[in-house]
């Protein structure tokens, strides 16, 4: 009897052991093919060995597809992810890819503000939520992002000249005036922010 159990260990051991080779053989092949920007192959080496409740599996499917511009297949991968792993941020930030090439800013939107839920100081999501409102001439919502990123990262350049220039479109032009001479201090050969500020 002990005999038995031990050939069954044994056997479930290899068999375990077997999986984590495919599944670290059929990753290693999916970065060559995508090096080669051959998604296909890339895509058909995980598939290969798909196991629907792999977190990174399905996150690097998310990716595959979408740098294979199917945009679907993509977004649906990313959603599995972030059911399996319901904290990810990196799952939701994927999704965005092909979320917005779409073109379904809303829904972009709202992921995002699902990533600021479970990290509210992000300073990507709060930059882009910025600069998507920006556009949309949301020029309140802009600023209110553009304000945390700036509190964070005082001199960052893309941020001081976001924030300059929606305090610009708000005509509040002392603000726009100190975050346009960070962005120049940061930048001083940058001719936008010079050119802005220089019109002040």
């Given at each position: 009897?002990?005999?038995?159990?031990?050939?069954?260990?044994?056997?479930?051991?290899?068999?375990?052991?077997?999986?984590?080779?495919?599944?670290?053989?059929?990753?290693?092949?999916?970065?060559?093919?995508?090096?080669?920007?051959?998604?296909?192959?890339?895509?058909?080496?995980?598939?290969?060995?798909?196991?629907?409740?792999?977190?990174?599996?399905?996150?690097?499917?998310?990716?595959?597809?979408?740098?294979?511009?199917e945009?679907?297949?993509?977004?649906?991968?990313?959603?599995?992810?972030?059911?399996?792993?319901?904290k990810?941020?990196?799952?939701?930030?994927?999704?965005?890819?092909?979320?917005?090439?779409?073109?379904?800013?809303?829904?972009?939107?709202?992921?995002?503000?699902?990533?600021?839920?479970?990290?509210?100081?992000?300073?990507?999501?709060?930059?882009?939520?910025?600069?998507?409102?920006?556009?949309?001439?949301?020029?309140?919502?802009?600023?209110?992002?553009?304000?945390?990123?700036?509190?964070?990262?005082?001199?960052?350049?893309?941020?001081?000249?976001?924030?300059?220039?929606?305090?610009?479109?708000?005509?509040?032009?002392?603000?726009?005036?100190?975050y346009?001479?960070?962005?120049?201090?940061?930048?001083?050969?940058?001719?936008?922010a010079?050119?802005?500020?220089?019109?002040?």
């Amino acid at each position: 009897m002990k005999k038995i159990i031990l050939s069954i260990l044994l056997v479930a051991t290899e068999m375990v052991a077997l999986g984590q080779t495919t599944s670290s053989e059929a990753f290693s092949k999916s970065y060559t093919y995508e090096t080669n920007k051959d998604y296909t192959k890339a895509v058909s080496s995980i598939t290969a060995v798909y196991d629907a409740s792999s977190y990174t599996m399905n996150l690097r499917l998310g990716w595959l597809e979408y740098l294979a511009g199917e945009y679907i297949k993509s977004e649906s991968y990313y959603k599995k992810a972030i059911v399996l792993e319901q904290k990810s941020v990196e799952a939701r930030l994927g999704s965005v890819y092909p979320i917005s090439a779409t073109g379904n800013w809303d829904e972009v939107i709202k992921v995002y503000s699902e990533i600021l839920t479970i990290d509210p100081q992000n300073s990507m999501v709060n930059y882009r939520m910025a600069y998507i409102y920006f556009v949309r001439k949301d020029y309140e919502k802009a600023a209110s992002y553009a304000q945390k990123v700036v509190k964070l990262y005082p001199f960052d350049f893309d941020s001081n000249y976001l924030l300059g220039q929606i305090y610009v479109t708000q005509g509040k032009i002392l603000e726009a005036k100190m975050y346009l001479t960070r962005a120049v201090e940061y930048n001083p050969t940058s001719t936008e922010a010079k050119s802005l500020l220089g019109k002040l």
